[in-house]
């Protein structure tokens, strides 16, 4: 349940304090590994742009180590080379936070801002980072197509949108016109363990955002 009373802005602080189980989590991360990010991840990329990337939350050994999101990590390895191919991006991807890529006309940001353990944010973080969620798509003046990564990713989108997600079921490759004319489309999770295990490939990855693009060129 989310936290009574917080007050979110589009990005949480970088030490946020709302969830205890994250916080003890960052600390022992801190502690292991005093040069890493260890915070909150902030959204990166275009603030005026009309795509909106959403994802699950800062991999350990990606995100939470470089304070960029999916930087890092195999999953930024595929998303960021998908950007650059449909014209989201430009520059070069290093997996590097100074790498000097830029994103074009898209931003990215997370369900989850702080790293959970294993992965695995409760029902209970995703609902208090939510209102992070919430603000981040009502400060975004021109989004007009969201493409979420995952089922917990839709999920979060749909809640931060004040959709019934019983009207949207996930599915990838889904395309949803949601009640203010918005465009949601679903994939599963560029993950390591998706792209190895088949049940996501580069080409499905990219038919979802050839269909976004084709939607913001309508």
Not at 142 to 162: C, E, F, P, Y
Request: proline share 7%; charged share 20%.
């Amino acid at each position: 349940m989310a936290v009574t009373g917080a007050k979110y802005r589009p990005e949480a602080p970088k030490l946020c304090g709302l969830c205890p189980r994250l916080v003890g989590f960052r600390e022992l991360n801190q502690q292991k590994a005093p040069d890493w990010f260890n915070g909150a991840v902030p959204s990166f990329g275009d603030e005026r742009g009309r795509l909106l990337i959403v994802g699950l939350a800062p991999g350990l050994n990606g995100a939470n180590r470089t304070g960029r999101p999916f930087t890092g990590d195999y999953a930024g390895d595929l998303l960021y080379a998908t950007l650059l191919k449909f014209g989201f991006a430009k520059g070069h991807y290093d997996a590097r936070p100074d790498d000097g890529l830029q994103l074009i006309d898209c931003i990215i940001s997370n369900s989850v801002r702080c790293v959970p353990p294993q992965n695995k944010p409760t029902p209970g973080e995703i609902a208090t980072c939510g209102g992070y969620l919430r603000a981040r798509v009502e400060a975004l003046p021109n989004v007009s197509v969201m493409i979420a990564l995952g089922r917990i990713a839709h999920d979060a989108a749909l809640t931060a949108l004040g959709e019934r997600k019983s009207k949207f079921p996930f599915a990838h490759g889904a395309h949803h016109m949601l009640s203010n004319d918005l465009s949601l489309f679903d994939s599963f999770h560029c993950s390591r363990y998706n792209t190895n295990t088949r049940r996501l490939t580069p080409e499905m990855f990219h038919a979802v955002f050839a269909k976004a693009r084709a939607a913001l060129e309508q």
